[in-house]
């Protein structure tokens, strides 16, 4: 079984480096961390641990705070891209390299414990649930946020769904961390006081389906992988180009797609 576990996390590990997460954390989802950090109410004397950090949208604004902030990937390129960004925006930030599924944190060590669409691709969720509660203090905060399976990331991670293998047993869909009644079940009784509320990240960065296709192609490691998956079917490839391209098409209105995410905050019981 540590076989295996040992192998989803090196090609998770692997997943994540691919292409240019940093630029679609700048370029597009940037205001995303910010709106965490303000839903968890992070003040100066809080210690903060942002789980699956990525490039530190959620760390660096909790760190401009005055927070004590350690934020934690499994992707060492990503940390090193956090890290230049940390430094670019002036704030101190505790990089640390951890599986979100085996935090190497003591228990009740946090605040507040947070993740801004990351931990949701964490592959087996109530692992990662359970070590996000188990790391925060009694009475501290935990916010997620994530995509929604309806919204559209939802829907492209189910549009590429037929052209990817089966994931191993026991691995659940992301998109499954944007539903409220099954974060709820993630968390359980070990949490009060929970919150939950569905918004939209408005994207104007792309002129028509196919120009998000593209840049996702270009830069967002699970589309690169896909497309790496079929790249000796050129039949399937062309198919896949077609459904990317008519999901951001749909989309699209006036202008601007509209990308649904849910966020949960809770204190720990």
Known sequence: MNAVINDIEAKHRALWALGDYAAIASQVVAPLGPALAHACGIAPHHRVLDVAAGTGNAAIPAAATGASVVASDLCPELLRQGRARGAEHGVTV?????????????????????????????????????????????GGRIGVLSWTPEGFIGQLFATMKPYVPAPPPGVSAPPLWGSEPYVRTLFGDAVIDVATERSGLPVRAFADGAAFRDYFKANYGPTIAAYQGIAGDPDRVAALDVD??????????????????????????
Request: aromatic share 10%.
């Open 94 to 138: 505790d990089w640390r390299e951890a599986n979100a599924e085996a935090l190497p944190f003591a228990d009740d060590e946090f605040d507040v414990v947070m993740s801004c669409i990351g931990v949701m691709f964490a592959p087996h969720h109530q692992s990662s649930a359970d070590e996000m509660i188990r790391v925060c203090r009694p």
């Open 244 to 269: 990317i391209a008519a999901l951001g098409d749909r989309f699209l209105q006036g202008g601007a797609m509209d990308w649904e995410y849910l966020l949960v905050t809770a204190r720990k019981r």
